[in-house]
């Protein structure tokens, strides 16, 4: 019988105990690649450090997931290190590298400059019809390493938390063919664009007594996209606050969540994505 992917008719809110763990320090991830990525529009240059992660091992012709990662605003800057400060720790240890071999990128703004334009704390952002220059910078490092590294096209994730979930929210809609799975932490998006990310599986996660970014901005996104007839996984975090990445980047939360999805890639010059479908599905 041929497998199919169920996902939840009814948007859930999982209630979870706040976050006790202590988010580590930004300290170089080993095994862990340096770059950098130069965009240009215009008369505006902008060049972005970039630090990658990637498989310890690899057999002739085999293919790996690649994870885009957006960090937070704390984390902006110059060095490149900082740029993996969450979501690397949680992706290096011995045991995930092994039972999830991947590449991991994670561009680094620049302190000057944002992902997107968040706006007031207390409305929506709108996206805008351009993308940033520092979206633009992730987008061709991105392109970059899927053209010359083995990454498995079926398997590209996008995750970002605090600002970088406002800009995963920006970047997802933006290239919504491109990725098997988003997973946007305590940041906001444009409800008015939810429909593009219809056939894209989302899981999101937002603490309710969050002060630095409202919970409304993911409850906003919840009902435009349970409207639109998205596939979501929504995880409110009962009276957690603004680090709700603590409990999202452990290993059998929104990592799991990531890795268990793979997108369809029709032959090129076929058509747009056919959409998701879990492993083993045929």
């Not at 800009?167 to 940041?187: E, K, N, Q, S, Y």
């Not at 599986?201 to 998205?230: E, F, Y």
């Amino acid at each position: 019988m041929r497998k199919a992917w169920i996902v939840w008719a009814v948007v859930a809110v999982a209630a979870i105990g706040g976050a006790s763990a202590q988010a580590p320090d930004p300290v170089p991830v080993p095994g862990a690649t340096m770059g950098s990525v130069s965009v240009r529009v215009g008369e505006q240059s902008l060049t972005m450090p970039y630090r990658l992660m990637e498989p310890s091992e690899a057999d002739p012709g085999e293919t790996f997931p690649l994870v885009v990662f957006l960090h937070g605003s704390g984390e902006r800057g110059t060095d490149g290190d900082a740029a993996l400060k969450y979501i690397g720790p949680a992706l290096a240890t011995r045991e995930m590298r092994t039972k999830h071999p991947c590449y991991v990128l994670a561009v680094q703004c620049p302190r000057d400059r944002t992902w997107v334009e968040p706006g007031p704390r207390s409305m929506n952002p709108t996206m805008a019809e351009q993308p940033s220059m520092t979206i633009r910078g992730v987008m061709a490092a991105m392109d970059r390493i899927i053209q010359e590294k083995a990454v498995d096209r079926h398997r590209i994730y996008l995750t970002g938390l605090s600002l970088g979930g406002y800009g995963a929210w920006d970047l997802a809609m933006r290239r919504p063919d491109v990725f098997a799975a988003v997973v946007p932490i305590c940041g906001g998006g444009d409800p008015a664009k939810a429909a593009l990310l219809k056939d894209v599986p989302i899981q999101m996660w937002h603490g309710s007594l969050d002060s630095s970014v409202p919970v409304a901005r993911s409850r906003d996104m919840v009902k435009a996209l349970k409207d639109a007839g998205a596939k979501v996984d929504y995880r409110e975090i009962r009276d957690g606050g603004h680090e709700a990445w603590v409990p999202a980047y452990l290993p059998d939360a929104a990592i799991a969540f990531m890795f268990k999805q793979v997108r369809d890639v029709p032959p090129q010059g076929s058509g747009p994505d056919s959409g998701v479908k879990q492993p083993g599905t045929p």
